[in-house]
């Protein structure tokens, strides 16, 4: 397939993606919400045009600071574009409910799934973020690298 260029393009073809993600006869239909969280132009007009009249499009992703959106189409359908940064005053909670072993909260530690020791592993780890899978076939879903060792620290 070849990537849409020009904005009637890209229009069209957000439109078309749009009904699949509806589905045949409606069975999915529009959505009430539509979290969009990848910034991509592309993506944010598939958002307002999968989501029902009246619903909302959280903009969670962060793309170039200028778009060129379907603005006629939120407005026609009363779609609310509501902007969400998604880190403002997060921290101190999200500290809060790790650090306090709270018996219910599952083990993230778990989510580190590769760990490189030392400055001189950076391009290694660099390289294995950028694959789905390590060599022994396991997901890659955060990659680590641990400075506090000698190597670091010269």
Request: glycine letters at 10%; proline letters at 5%; charged letters at 20%.
């Amino acid at each position: 397939m070849v990537r849409p260029q020009t904005i009637e393009e890209k229009l069209a073809f957000a439109q078309e993606l749009a009904g699949k993600i509806q589905g045949e006869g409606g069975r999915v239909g529009e959505v009430d919400v539509t979290f969009e969280c990848t910034g991509v132009e592309s993506c944010m007009h598939t958002a307002i045009y999968s989501t029902k009249p009246g619903g909302k499009v959280m903009i969670i992703g962060m793309g170039t600071p200028i778009q060129t959106i379907p603005i006629s189409a939120a407005s026609l359908k009363e779609v609310d574009l509501v902007g969400v940064f998604r880190y403002a005053n997060t921290y101190p909670a999200a500290i809060e409910l790790l650090a306090g072993g709270d018996a219910r909260m599952p083990d993230v530690t778990k989510l580190v799934t590769q760990r490189f020791a030392g400055l001189s592993n950076i391009p290694a780890a660099f390289d294995m973020a950028g694959k789905a899978k390590d060599e022994q076939g396991n997901l890659v879903i955060k990659v680590m690298v641990d400075t506090s060792s000698e190597e670091a620290s010269s």
